[in-house]
């Protein structure tokens, strides 16, 4: 393809990676007023404190001035040893005790709690403008001389994040797990293979420096033993994508040059990144994009970009030899102008240190580890943790919980957000992140705060003195754009960051030392934190919305794997080739793509749905390895013409995973994330609770539903199925139209009396607080709950759509002497429906799904509607 009309654009500079040299310490920050940055060298990381830059607080008339500030570093190793059995022992007893007494905690005046950010990464801005609306903004913004472009590439990869062996392993939503055991081996290994024989003593002090410093870097972790994304990787290895300062207030982000200098300082690998500093340079970048983003892989894709960018830093890893040919894609954001300038004196000051490891023996690979641990995950977690080293990961309890205490038992009482939020504050970052949670907690937000017992902090417990790990876990990109809208209204408001964790503190205090911390101690703290808030709302005058600008370009070529292949195999085989066919012309319309791309690529995906039904008949393909069968079948298809080649990218060069595949027992988002803290829920409408629910325990089934959608009539065709369902326990159902009183409360009595029969309750459940209620009645009656709902597309904001509200309202309309006196003869049925209706809103069906499915672990559809029934009337 030539790019000759629209490239035709002068290199500028392109930096390579320089000569080996030692490393060095990192630059300080740089400044916001005029006085210009300058990196500034140090001796290496062992023996050196790095300087970075703090923000004074400010006073009545003087000027805000930069002041340096010294990072603790390590002198040498000061990891801690694995705990002994006694002492795990005797701590495990402990923690046993308090587990069981932390129900009885309860906030009074006298309590206090202490929220600590553990590790974060950037935060979500969902900017309202269109794509092309933010690329012309973009570029009207570098035009004058306000900003730089810059660019990223996006490795095929899952998010990984690492605050030091103390400070957490963690994944996108959840840590503890076989992502966090594979992040850490990858990151250990990359030490192996920069420092050589120096590796445990550059792990330890990496860890140390994390831990004082209360730093978090985070990753794109790619590897082929966690699953399919859009290409296995040849090799697997990691990226630093963040470097976070998470102190003891709102989050510092580094800029990509710090990033650069913090990683060379480590030897840990950096990204291909691309500067575009000039209205020219910049309208070349998405002019190459949109000459490359239906063809474009690796290769072409960083030739175009380093012909044309201002200033190229080659990443560390070479995305064509560890990953392959098919880039996911770029990412481009808006950074200081100062970046060109700040970027050149980093990388002369910062030269690529040499990697010493290169030919020495690194051990079992993370691809022989698996392998060799087939029997489940917690053997491959187990291995994994044992070959990185006690010198990286001297701490195994986040993943083995604590003596006899299984990872089971770290899931802490749910009542733990609700104490946070009624304590007392120590600190000013504390009351943000209650003002934050608080917020998220009143308007409904489709998000989870799950709380862990906090295993790193076992020996300062007590009945008074709680720890926990609190996971912040958003469930849709809707709430990013809703909590922003809260943020125009109140710019006091701390960003919603993903990958989001806090450690969290209650403890009771004492009458005096809760006297002493009511005072306003933190008033400060309060200021510092002030004067960082609004010294960083914007970037050298840029106005919130441009300055947190970014958008995300994808290539085609991936996108067919990934989200046309790979996401459309749940349509494909429940509903079909005619469904699977609406769903991706429904993808590439969003697109954009071409029509001439679209009528290839509708020739190429027929063709794969005919074939893969054929071989797999009604049996889905697993996603988590779906390339072992997309993989020949796009390259056999590639053969065929260039064109057929072009369309495709490039393939044949599958990696076999069989022999070394992760067992995961967790779900994964649509990018490959592992999301175990929200599951997927069953694509099966007629899936039953049998599947999923022990028989050897009670079971509630309830139904939160619309009133006529039919629940009393399954209820009573249950009641009178011989067998009921299908085994031996007895069945109960009670009618919310027949009982007086609070009804959850008397079938919670009624579990009581016998907690192993079947529970039919036969009463809308709309709500997240009845939902709370049944779950408490499961655990205090060891019985599981199954929500049964009716199917339905849903809206954006309901889960119900009003096609299946109008189907509820005439089976309404159609009754006669309803216990409840909502039938034909009441004078308002259809406002009590739309009332019903309403307590849904806010959540999308997706939102709505999984949530139950999150909470109960098990979801019930029953059919409502034919798939291919004609449309409502229009106007």
Request: hydrophobic share 35%.
């Amino acid at each position: 393809m030539s790019l000759s009309l629209s490239l035709s654009h002068s290199p500028r500079r392109f930096l390579p990676l320089l000569l080996p040299a030692p490393p060095f310490a990192m630059p300080p920050r740089r400044d916001h007023t005029q006085q210009r940055w300058k990196p500034k060298a140090a001796p290496a990381p062992s023996s050196a404190a790095v300087e970075r830059m703090a923000l004074a607080p400010s006073t009545a008339g003087a000027a805000q001035v930069w002041v340096p500030r010294g990072y603790a570093t390590s002198a040498s190793s000061s990891s801690s040893s694995a705990v002994t059995a006694a002492e795990q022992g005797g701590a495990g007893d402990k923690l046993s005790r308090l587990i069981k007494g932390a129900a009885e905690f309860s906030v009074d005046n006298n309590t206090f709690t202490e929220a600590q950010i553990r590790a974060t990464f950037y935060p979500k801005f969902e900017n309202e403008k269109s794509d092309q609306e933010k690329r012309t903004r973009m570029i009207e913004i570098v035009s004058q001389g306000l900003a730089t472009i810059e660019v990223t590439q996006k490795h095929s990869g899952s998010l990984f994040m690492y605050a030091g062996h103390r400070g957490g392993a963690y994944a996108k939503n959840s840590f503890g797990n076989i992502f966090t055991a594979v992040g850490v081996f990858v990151l250990g290994r990359l030490f192996r293979e920069a420092w050589g024989g120096k590796a445990p003593k550059m792990q330890a002090e990496f860890n140390d420096f994390l831990e004082k410093n209360r730093i978090c870097i985070s990753m794109e972790l790619v590897t082929a033993v966690l699953g399919d994304h859009g290409q296995r990787p040849k090799d697997d290895y990691a990226v630093v994508t963040a470097v976070t300062e998470l102190g003891h207030g709102k989050p510092q982000f580094y800029s990509t040059p710090e990033v650069i200098s913090f990683c060379r300082k480590w030897r840990l690998p950096t990204n291909h990144v691309w500067l575009f500093s000039t209205r020219k340079s910049a309208t070349s970048f998405f002019a190459a994009y949109d000459a490359l983003c239906e063809e474009g892989t690796a290769t072409p894709v960083c030739k175009a970009l380093d012909e044309i960018a201002d200033i190229s830093v080659p990443g560390s890893k070479d995305h064509v030899m560890v990953q392959g040919e098919i880039l996911e894609g770029l990412v481009a954001r808006i950074v200081s102008r100062e970046s060109s300038v700040q970027m050149e004196e980093v990388l002369r000051n910062f030269p690529i240190p040499s990697l010493d490891g290169g030919d020495s023996d690194l051990g079992p690979s993370l691809r022989d580890i698996c392998a060799a641990n087939r029997s489940d995950e917690k053997q491959q977690i187990k291995s994994l943790l044992e070959n990185v080293g006690s010198s990286m990961c001297p701490d195994h309890r986040d993943w083995f919980g604590y003596s006899g205490l299984e990872a089971q038992s770290r899931n802490a009482d749910k009542s733990v957000v609700t104490h946070f939020l009624q304590a007392h504050p120590t600190d000013y970052a504390t009351k943000k992140l209650q003002e934050m949670i608080g917020l998220m907690k009143r308007k409904n937000f489709s998000a989870s705060f799950k709380s862990y017992w906090n295993y790193q902090k076992v020996d300062s417990l007590s009945n008074d003195n709680l720890c926990y790990k609190m996971v912040i876990h958003v469930y849709s990109d809707s709430v990013f754009r809703r909590y922003q809208q809260e943020m125009r209204k109140n710019q006091e408001l701390w960003p919603l960051y993903r990958g989001f964790f806090v450690d969290v503190n209650l403890f009771k205090a004492n009458n005096k030392k809760a006297a002493e911390l009511s005072k306003d101690s933190n008033t400060l703290l309060r200021n510092i934190n002030g004067a960082l808030d609004s010294s960083l709302s914007s970037k050298d005058g840029l106005a919130d919305e441009d300055s947190n600008l970014m958008v995300k370009l994808k290539f085609l070529t991936y996108k067919i794997r990934t989200f046309l292949i790979r996401n459309g195999l749940s349509t494909l085989f429940k509903d079909g080739p005619s469904a699977y066919r609406t769903y991706y012309l429904r993808q590439m319309k969003i697109w954009g793509t071409s029509a001439s791309k679209q009528k290839e690529l509708t020739k190429m995906l027929d063709e794969w749905a005919v074939y893969i039904r054929r071989k797999y008949q009604n049996k889905q393909l697993p996603s988590s390895t779906y390339l072992s069968e997309a993989e020949p079948f796009l390259e056999q298809y590639a053969k065929r013409s260039p064109a057929n080649q072009a369309l495709i990218g490039a393939a044949g060069d599958l990696v076999q995973t069989e022999n070394f595949l992760a067992i995961l027992d967790a779900q994964r988002d649509e990018e490959g994330d592992l999301q175990p803290e929200r599951g997927t829920a069953p694509s099966s409408p007629t899936s039953t609770s049998l599947d999923v629910v022990s028989k050897t325990e009670g079971l509630i089934v309830f139904f939160p539903g619309i009133p006529g959608c039919a629940k009393s009539a399954l209820c009573e065709q249950i009641l009178n199925t011989p067998g009921g369902l299908g085994d031996n326990r007895p069945l109960h159902s009670l009618m919310g139209d027949r009982t007086k009183g609070r009804y959850w409360q008397k079938v919670a009595d009624e579990r009581k009396k016998k907690p192993f029969r079947i529970t039919l309750a036969d009463k809308n459940a709309p709500n997240e607080e009845v939902w709370r209620q049944i779950e408490d009645m499961c655990g205090m009656t060891k019985a599981a709950a199954v929500p049964v709902i009716p199917d339905s597309e849903g809206t954006d904001s309901n889960p119900f759509s009003l096609e299946a509200l109008a189907v509820f309202m005439f089976r309404v309309l159609q009754r006669v002497n309803h216990p409840g006196n909502l039938d034909k003869a009441s004078p308002n049925a259809g406002y009590i429906l739309l009332m019903f209706y309403n307590l849904y809103d806010g959540k999308s069906r997706r939102e709505f799904e999984s949530e139950l499915y999150e909470r109960f672990g098990s979801l019930v559809k029953m059919p409502l509607l034919k798939p291919e029934r004609a449309p409502l009337p229009g106007d």
